[in-house]
């Protein structure tokens, strides 16, 4: 056992530089906003929640595809829509 060294101070620090801050942009879907804004926030690992004024589909048309391509997701809820970039998850385990 004393060839195991463990330094739980650097430990702890190595943590809490590889866990990195989340932008969450709040916003509504109205189609006031260029498409390619909500993509560029996307791609720069911001997360979005955006209140829907208007069909959903249409609204979202412009920008979901290419959010997808970039690995993020997208999912409605209620009377938003939550965009996330790649490598963050919607966990929706507790919506029933």
């Known amino acids: ?3 195991f060294d463990l330094d739980l101070r650097t ?3 190595q943590l809490d530089t590889e866990t ?17 804004e ?11 929640v955006l209140s829907v004024e208007g069909d959903l589909n ?3 048309a412009g920008f979901a595809r290419d959010v997808k391509e970039l690995g993020g997701s997208l999912m ?3 009377a ?10 919607i966990d929706n385990s507790r919506l029933g």
């Open 58 to 60: 249409r609204l979202a």
């Open 11 to 13: 430990a702890e620090e």
């Open 80 to 89: 938003f829509l939550v965009v996330v970039p790649p490598g963050v998850d």
């Open 76 to 78: 409605h809820f209620r």
């Open 20 to 36: 990195g801050d989340v932008d969450v942009v709040l916003g509504v879907l109205d189609g006031s906003t260029e498409p390619s």
């Open 38 to 48: 909500w993509v560029d926030a996307v791609a720069a690992g911001k997360v979005l």
């Open 1 to 3: 056992m004393s060839d």
